[in-house]
């Protein structure tokens, strides 16, 4: 019943262990978990980075658990805070579901790996802790989504990622029912306003700020929920129950109870709903830049070839046709620009985001190029069955058009990225931190994670030296 799904969920997340996942379940955890390092890696070499670390730097601290990339160790809490906001720097971290509704993995992840190194625990425990968060918090997130409606006004995006770093931190911590029941009610009654509808979307109110999503703030916040209700702090037993439950906290209009419970231990969200993003943006412009990377590449087009870009594609889209951004994060949501990194061959990551690139003309001229059009059938097919898609044209200067469609973005669970892309992914963001031979090291405990004794030694390689 809707009035005891705290407790039935509370009651799972206490009672899961290691041993009850298939193989390719924690096969594919481990990719989220190589995914997430790598972003937190060149998420701490952007300007969200390079304004991010210094003052935890300062700050300092009880020496818990390792700042990636930041060189020193800090208190759990203001790791998870860190790194999660790294993670999410570029926007290339995982994305929930094939239209987006959050990044569990960057709250998660770097929640786990904080508290998990803190306390010394196991690469099982860790893997643990990661899946029953992915697939209790992410339930919750999906049962609270609001309607087409309210979302015009209202939507806690990232708001229910608490309850995910919330459950990580909980399962290393070893909480019981009641303290588990107590960081449950924490995390919900702390967790982030929210915000998506103030980001900046309007033309008038860019750029679009830094607190994103957010994903540091729900790890922050679900971390210490777990800490204080292993030190007997109370929180409210009922939070996800009722009609005054979390779900209108978040400021939805609904909640579907059935969704937070349905193949709860025999489903594996982390398996067929989470998707890897192979371009450092918003995932909302990926099935675009999927069809313009095909286009360039299969006729050889130069950027200077190109003298017009039309897609077509569904609302959010269209919001994001903005020229000349200002800055890293707004550029991210400025899909001329991206479209233009895309023709002029650039590799995703905190390359796409250099001052050189935001100021160069010639990336200007060539994003001044692109359109966007509002697709009335596009925009359904999002609108009634959440899927993203895109046509895209290519005028070239000679006349000739290309088009592409496509229908399932690169990286979603129907047309997933490979191994070898996600390995090469992470190659190319921890370079700007970390040398050849620190990375296969690091490939090479994620891919045995579940054989480490403790973190210490991944996590004093991911450390890598400050920026200067």
Known sequence: MAEWVTKTLVDYTVGTAFEQYPAAVIEKTKLHILDSIGCALG???????????????????SEEATLIG??????AVHAAFVNGTNANALDFDDTYLSDGIGHPGSSTIPAALAVGEWRKASGKEIINAIITAYDVGNRIGLAIQPTRERLKNVWGFGTWQTFCAAIAAARILKLDTEQMLNAFGVAGATAPLPCTQKWGWDISERPIHWVKEPTGWPGWTGTLAAILAENGFVGNHYILDGENGFWIMAGSDRCDYEKMTAGLGTEWLIMTEMSFKPYSCCRWQHPALDGLKKIIRDYKLPPENVREVIIDSFSWVKTQEVYEPQGVVDAQFCIPYTAAMIMMGNKPGPGWYTEENLDNQAVKDLAGRVRVNLDPELESVYANEGEQTARVGVITRQGRHYSEYTEIPSGDPRNPLSYEEIEEKFRIQASYVLDQDSISQVISMVNGFENLNTVSGLMALLAGKPPA
Request: hydrophobic share 30%; glycine share 24%; proline share 12%.
């Open 43 to 61: 998420g701490s070499r952007s300007a969200i980075g390079n304004s991010i670390l210094p003052p935890f730097r300062k700050m300092g601290g």
């Open 70 to 75: 930041g060189g020193i160790k800090v208190p």
